[in-house]
């Protein structure tokens, strides 16, 4: 997107394309949707300041959820109600699971057991799991929004896919069982 030529419009669809996915975010960090706000239109204001280097970001997409998540953390550092850039005192809160046409096959109770599942996940793997299923980051932008490897967003997708399928009581001993769960979770 190129916004070189103070080209507003072009802006604003850029802001209405991502606030709403960065405000979620910023959330989880700060726990108050004032301040995410904030934090988010911030990110916004410094971008649309910078506007010339644009063409110099490779992922947009990365770059502003890796800045609202610097910005997050700078704020509760400098407001001294966060000791550390630790992804584990971050609170998710996940979309539901819901019955579709398509699911039939799902009873109720299994959907209620699969949201009771996920919601019991750690603040991590619930963070990764958000940003690959509802925001549609893929994997490595993941990495880069929250700080850390591909290989550690792939072991708190295992992780949450075994402690899921521990609670719904299948077994994931079998390939097909754990690659299946993990396509369903992810993908849904």
Known sequence: MHLKHHDEAKFRELLELYYVRLKRF??????????AEEVVMDVFLKLWEKREKLDEIDNLTTYLFVAVRNVSYNFLRNSKQHDSDSLEQVEVTLSRYESTPEDDLISEEMLEALNIAVEGLPSK???VFKLLREEGLSRTETAHA????????D???AIAVRKIGETLGLDLSVKK???GLRTFLLCF
């Open 155 to 157: 072991n708190q997708v």
């Open 125 to 127: 793997c619930k963070m």
């Open 26 to 35: 910023a959330v989880s960090f700060l726990k108050e949707e004032a301040l």
């Open 177 to 179: 069982n754990f690659t």
């Open 146 to 153: 929250l700080g850390i490897s591909v290989n550690t967003v």
